[in-house]
């Protein structure tokens, strides 16, 4: 069955796109896919993955990226009741679509303990206006590699993890979504002063092809230095 074009609008990057097959939704950036319903088993796995990794019972959780609404959804699910997620979307237009369209099939009912923003992540965190996270979770773009935005990248730089560092509770964790290993990040976030563990959250159509999660904790003493 071909994809159905629903929306589209203009972003500051560019043309995003809301297509459709029967319930099942894809976006695309400037004509590249940027997420597909079809295949959402990581989305799904990282947003279980934010909801735990910091092992506190109620964590306080921000999520950058709205999206399919997957990845809210899987950590709505995991929580419960317990803390609070608060997802900060670029795109006025993807909430909008969520709301429309996908919402009925991804999470039906937003849980009071969800909060959805139309805002830049890194304008909210610099912004240092509100409360600390236990988790910050990023399942911004394509990850720190291969981006579809280039403005994404100083979210992954030295400077933005240390920016996303600042908003943390003390032990809190940046967690990334990525649909690429990479080696070259590990290396300057370790440089940065971050101890950096990598995991497969899913294989995407074959065995040596999956997608990963990054979870950075900023070490006790490069936190002391910054």
Request: aromatic residues 8%.
């Amino acid at each position: 069955m071909a994809w159905e074009l629903v929306d589209s609008a203009d972003v500051p990057d560019g043309l995003l796109e809301l297509y459709r097959q029967d319930d099942v939704f894809m976006i695309r950036a400037n004509g590249l896919e940027l997420m597909n319903g079809l295949g959402h088993q990581s989305e799904v796995a990282f947003g279980t993955m934010a909801a735990e990794v910091s092992g506190k019972a109620s964590p306080n959780i921000l999520l950058g990226g709205l999206g399919l609404g997957y990845t809210l959804a899987a950590a709505a699910r995991a929580l419960g009741e317990k803390g609070s997620i608060t997802v900060a979307e670029l795109s006025p237009a993807v909430i909008a679509w969520f709301d429309r369209y996908i919402s009925p099939t991804v999470l039906p009912l937003r849980p009071g303990n969800v909060t959805v923003l139309a805002s830049d992540i890194g304008d909210l965190l610099r912004a240092g206006t509100g409360p600390l996270y236990d988790v910050i979770a990023l399942d911004v773009d394509n990850g720190q590699e291969v981006l579809v935005s280039p403005r994404n990248a100083q979210l992954y730089d030295s400077a933005g993890l240390h920016a996303l560092a600042a908003q943390l509770t003390p032990d809190g964790v940046i967690l990334l979504w990525s649909a690429f290993e990479s080696p070259s990040f590990v290396a300057m976030a370790m440089e940065a002063g971050f101890s950096v563990h990598s995991s497969v959250l899913a294989s995407v159509g074959r065995a040596d092809l999956c997608h990963y999660a990054y979870s950075l904790r900023l070490v006790q003493d490069a936190h002391s230095k910054n």
